[in-house]
C-alpha cells in the first residue's frame, strides 16, 4: 500500500486536497488522525475537544502505529491530511519514514486573516510553520530527501497542472477524478468537521484565488510576520509547472 501524508497548517486548502485524493477510488483518506493525542497532551480547549478524543483517542503510539502498519484491502492508496502543529515537541519524528510525505502551505498573512476568524491566535507554533520546517529539514537531513513542497496559491490557480505534478512527485498515476467532487460532508471527515468545515461542504472543486488584502490588527500582524522566515524558507523549494 502507498501511504501519503500531506503535512499542513490550519486554514489552508488541506481539507479541499483531501476531498480531491477521496474522490479517487483507490483512495481511502484520513482526517488530521492526530488530532486527538494532540489535544489530551497539550490540554488545549478546541472546539469540540472531548469529541474529537473520545473519536480518536488519547495515544500517539496507537495512531502512529495504525496509519504505518494498518492494511487496507480494498484500496491502492492511503492519504493522510496531517495539520504540522498536532506533533509535539522533541517528538521522535522517525515514523514519518513510513509515509510519502508533501507539504502544502499558504501565506502566513492569509492563514493568519482565516483563522482569527473562529479562533484565537496565539504563536506561530498555533499555526504549525516551525513545525513544518523542522518535519522538512528532518527529510532532508536524515533521508536526503527534499519532499514536495506545494503552495496553496499555486494549486488554486491551475488545480490541474499542480495535482499532475504532485502525483508524478509521489510516484503514483494523476486521476482527473481529484479535480471536482460532489458537495457534504463524508463519513472520513472528522468530527470537528461540523465547526471548522462549512465552505468545504459547499464545494465541488478548488475555488478562485483571490489577491489577498491585509486587514490583519497589530496582535494578528506580529504573529503572521513572525511565521514569515517559516514560509519564506520553505517556499523557495515550492513546485512550479
Given at each position: 500500500?502507498?501511504?501519503?501524508?500531506?503535512?499542513s497548517?490550519?486554514?489552508?486548502?488541506?481539507t479541499?486536497?483531501?476531498?480531491?485524493?477521496e474522490?479517487?477510488k483507490?483512495?481511502?483518506v484520513v482526517?488530521?488522525p492526530?488530532y486527538?493525542?494532540?489535544?489530551?497532551a497539550t490540554?488545549?480547549m478546541?472546539?469540540?475537544?472531548?469529541?474529537?478524543?473520545?473519536?480518536?483517542?488519547?495515544?500517539y503510539?496507537s495512531?502512529i502505529?495504525?496509519?504505518c502498519?494498518d492494511?487496507?484491502a480494498t484500496v491502492k492508496i492511503?492519504y493522510?491530511?496531517h495539520?504540522?502543529?498536532h506533533?509535539?515537541?522533541?517528538m521522535?519524528l522517525?515514523?514519518?519514514?513510513c509515509?510519502?510525505n508533501a507539504?502544502?502551505l499558504?501565506h502566513p498573512?492569509?492563514?493568519?486573516a482565516?483563522y482569527?476568524?473562529?479562533?484565537?491566535?496565539v504563536?506561530?507554533?498555533?499555526?504549525?510553520f516551525p513545525q513544518?520546517m523542522?518535519?522538512f529539514?528532518?527529510?532532508?537531513?536524515?533521508?536526503?530527501?527534499t519532499?514536495?513542497v506545494?503552495d496553496?496559491?499555486?494549486i488554486?490557480l491551475?488545480?490541474?497542472?499542480m495535482l499532475?505534478?504532485?502525483c508524478?512527485?509521489?510516484?503514483v498515476?494523476?486521476d482527473s477524478?481529484?479535480l471536482?467532487?460532489?458537495?457534504?460532508?463524508r463519513?472520513s471527515?472528522?468530527?470537528?468537521?461540523s465547526h471548522w468545515y462549512n465552505?468545504?461542504i459547499?464545494?465541488?472543486?478548488f475555488?478562485?484565488?483571490?489577491?489577498?488584502?491585509?486587514r490583519?490588527?497589530?496582535?494578528?500582524?506580529a504573529?503572521?510576520?513572525a511565521?514569515m522566515p517559516?514560509?519564506?524558507a520553505?517556499?523557495?523549494?515550492?513546485v512550479?509547472v
Amino acid at each position: 500500500m502507498i501511504r501519503i501524508a500531506m503535512w499542513s497548517g490550519p486554514r489552508n486548502i488541506s481539507t479541499a486536497m483531501m476531498r480531491a485524493w477521496e474522490n479517487r477510488k483507490d483512495t481511502e483518506v484520513v482526517d488530521e488522525p492526530l488530532y486527538g493525542p494532540y489535544l489530551h497532551a497539550t490540554g488545549k480547549m478546541h472546539p469540540m475537544r472531548q469529541e474529537v478524543i473520545n473519536a480518536q483517542g488519547d495515544s500517539y503510539e496507537s495512531v502512529i502505529k495504525a496509519l504505518c502498519y494498518d492494511q487496507l484491502a480494498t484500496v491502492k492508496i492511503n492519504y493522510q491530511k496531517h495539520m504540522c502543529h498536532h506533533l509535539l515537541p522533541d517528538m521522535d519524528l522517525s515514523f514519518i519514514e513510513c509515509f510519502r510525505n508533501a507539504f502544502l502551505l499558504r501565506h502566513p498573512y492569509e492563514v493568519v486573516a482565516s483563522y482569527v476568524r473562529k479562533h484565537v491566535v496565539v504563536t506561530p507554533e498555533d499555526l504549525g510553520f516551525p513545525q513544518q520546517m523542522e518535519l522538512f529539514q528532518w527529510l532532508q537531513k536524515e533521508k536526503a530527501i527534499t519532499a514536495p513542497v506545494m503552495d496553496a496559491k499555486d494549486i488554486l490557480l491551475n488545480p490541474k497542472g499542480m495535482l499532475i505534478k504532485l502525483c508524478e512527485l509521489l510516484s503514483v498515476p494523476f486521476d482527473s477524478a481529484m479535480l471536482s467532487w460532489p458537495k457534504g460532508y463524508r463519513e472520513s471527515d472528522g468530527v470537528w468537521a461540523s465547526h471548522w468545515y462549512n465552505r468545504v461542504i459547499e464545494s465541488t472543486g478548488f475555488g478562485q484565488y483571490f489577491p489577498h488584502k491585509n486587514r490583519l490588527d497589530s496582535q494578528s500582524q506580529a504573529v503572521a510576520d513572525a511565521c514569515m522566515p517559516y514560509y519564506e524558507a520553505l517556499v523557495a523549494y515550492k513546485v512550479v509547472v
